[in-house]
């Protein structure tokens, strides 16, 4: 991989389409907003439906993040730069916009189903999986054709869309079976999580131009914690996963200072990107201590760990790298302005917000409105991203 700002080659007729990063990412801003206002709707039972006795509130909200968000942003940005990490092929314009096409249909379905049918819903669900399947094929087909000689990176990024594609059938079968959702921890932690690491492990030391060598068996390490932390999690060991939470948020820590990232130097990008990364290590330990401190006082704080990891690490990470790869793609230098890092503060605010929330909750404090504050918060901030943003990537205006 050379660089990301690349200047897209572009028909002003069809810029939109012109590259895979453009109708994801708006797509992804879009229904950041709709399942999450869906949520927040359905969870105050304001919206009620047929598909809501194999589908809570819950479950929709954690389902529609993973496939439906989260999934589209790693789509726009994997199509856009997997066969860079590679030295492969880039991906055809037909087969992306087949990708996209799948994924709004079945989004759509989706989120009418879960009010009216549950059969609608699972047609849905069912196509958001033939989709993440067709982008599994197509990086399947970019990896074996790589004329990289160091595959590691892409290959740990490929390996967990393996997972991801394979959680993403197993909770359709249990919804079917009216089994309960198992495949929720491996679709966080080894494909959303996991993911997610793999690329910023690969990107951030990259662009920081840290001349440490990473240790050999760091990516494993990782994986391999994250599968214990999975299978205890189903299996409901609070004790152990709280404990492999700690040790493994204290070895990336460790091993993230060792790489000796210069944040005072690096551009205002860069720093966010730094930020997002430390952010991993920081919700699991706190994630330990709030999971600890849930066995001995006997009460919940509402995923604490789940939404540090969701919101600090992912989150943040994809306002980075979207707006890196949104600018840099547009031909633009692809920089932090202002509202940028406001828009990163925002982020910030939202995980606080959602840290406050989950101490409200635990303690049984009288000040559930955070709930509201919270959520509406991240609608806030994806609107925000969308507004900022929308106009580079349907037509490649110029940032002032």
Known sequence: MNNLSTKPKTQNENYFLSQPHQPFFLAGVFWAVVVMAIFMASYKMMLKGDAHTVLSPTMFHAYSLVFIVFTQFFIGFLYTTFSKFCQSEPVKKPYYIRTFFLFQVGSLLTCIGLFTSQALMLSGMGILFLGQAVFLYMLQRIFTSAQAKI?????????????????????????????????????????????TFSIAQKIVPFFSHSLVKKRSSFVISVFIALIIKSIADVFNEDIIEAVISLLLGLYIF????????????????????????????????????????????????????VHMLALGFLTTIIIGFGTRVTLGHSGQPPNADSTTLKLFYLTQIVVVFRIIY???????????????????????????????????????????
């Open 151 to 195: 595959k590691d990176d892409p290959f740990w990024i490929l390996t967990s869309i393996y997972i991801g594609t394979v959680a993403h059938a197993v909770w359709i079968m249990e919804i079917v079976l009216g089994l309960d959702i198992l495949a929720l921890p491996f679709a966080f932690n080894l494909y959303l999580i996991f993911m």
């Open 254 to 305: 460790f091993e993230v200072i060792r790489w000796k990232l210069s944040f005072s130097q690096a551009p205002n990008i860069l720093k966010l990107l730094h930020i997002a990364l430390f952010w991993m290590p920081a919700a699991l330990i706190l994630g330990s201590f709030f999971q600890l401190s849930e066995i001995i006082l006997e009460t919940g704080f509402a995923f604490a760990e």
């Open 358 to 400: 989950s101490l409200i909750f635990g303690f049984d404090l009288p000040m559930l409105w955070f709930f509201d504050l919270s959520l509406s918060l991240w609608l806030v901030l994806f609107v925000f991203w969308g507004w900022k943003f929308a106009p580079v990537l349907i037509s490649g205006k110029k940032q002032a």
